[in-house]
């Protein structure tokens, strides 16, 4: 599959820089919801570059630090917990990507946007549904964002080991839900979540 393809359509319509926006863990029941934005060489081959949901861990640490020292700019932020109760998660996923674009180094004239809903974005954007399989600049935020919430997350379960968050990051695993059960929430837990497990 050819993942410039959408990028070499906006370049087609006048649109001269391009980033890539995606976000990581909208889903769990605990922890932040990251995002991050990537302004790619355009034509830049990565090996194995796909959406990071396809990709072993392995490959995404990999790719994580060659897409750092490629990329001629990228932001990777997050909307912490607190921020998805108070805000809900699709607002703070905004808040976010958001976040993320505004750590870029250089200007850009578009943004993709992986997902069916802008509303939030402040910068010019198109979404794209599936846009972490399609497009390289998507692709490459995807594995960031991807990377380093696994990774905080598995910060997270050195201080509440009871929950096991470095095997399910926090999402609403069988495992996950017996710990909450057994021990009730800490305060990484999105409570907005919780309501219909506890």
Known sequence: MDLWCLEREARASGHTIVCGVDEA??????GPVYAAAVILPFGLTLDKLDDSKKLSEKTRE???DEIISKALAYGIAYADHIEVDEHNI???TYLAMNRA???LSMEFDLALIDGNRNQGITYNSKCVIGGDGLSASIAAASILAKVSRDRVMIEYSKLHPEYGFERHKGYGTKAHINALQEHGPCEIHRKTFLSRIL
Do not use: D, H, T, V
């Open 25 to 30: 863990g909208r889903g769990p029941l605990a």
């Open 90 to 92: 699709l607002n703070a």
């Open 101 to 103: 674009m505004e750590k």
């Open 62 to 64: 990999s790719l994580f």
